[in-house]
């Protein structure tokens, strides 16, 4: 009878284990998951960054006044929506600056033609880095535009 008790006990411990691994390998899938569509993400800001700097090229140095201009106009193969719930990007262009700025509001990502892409979580963290970002957008943007773009 001890001998049914101890392997039940293993049977139950093994059980448990396999549970965990089973639960930490599923975070991690979800993980991965959440890794991939943010770079979809990215990718998608530097096809549209490329959209518009083709646009500008073939329009006396003007950027589009909107993504959905860009989308019509453009040949190039893109989305102007984050994979991640189908939101659409952020934009706002100054051409008398020749600037462009674009942002994923879903994974807090933006990027302009001079600075590139910048993950704002990660930039706030490095204060060296975070006076030449907030440098550089208050050059181009308004405060309301600061704001919008999460940065005030
Ligand atoms: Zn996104």
Known sequence: MKKYYKLAT??????LCF????????KEIEQNKKLEVQAECSINLSAISNACDIYAKEHEGKYPNSLDELKRNSKENFSINCPENSNKYLYISKDEKYYYIIKCSDHKIIM????????????????????????????????EELKEIGID
């Open 112 to 143: 302009d033609n001079k600075l590139g892409i910048i993950e704002l979580d990660t930039f706030k963290r490095e204060p060296k880095f975070k006076n030449i970002v907030q440098q550089e957008l208050q050059e181009n943007l308004n405060p």
């Open 19 to 26: 549970t965990i691994v089973g639960c930490k390998s599923k």
């Open 10 to 15: 293993l049977l139950i411990i093994l059980c």
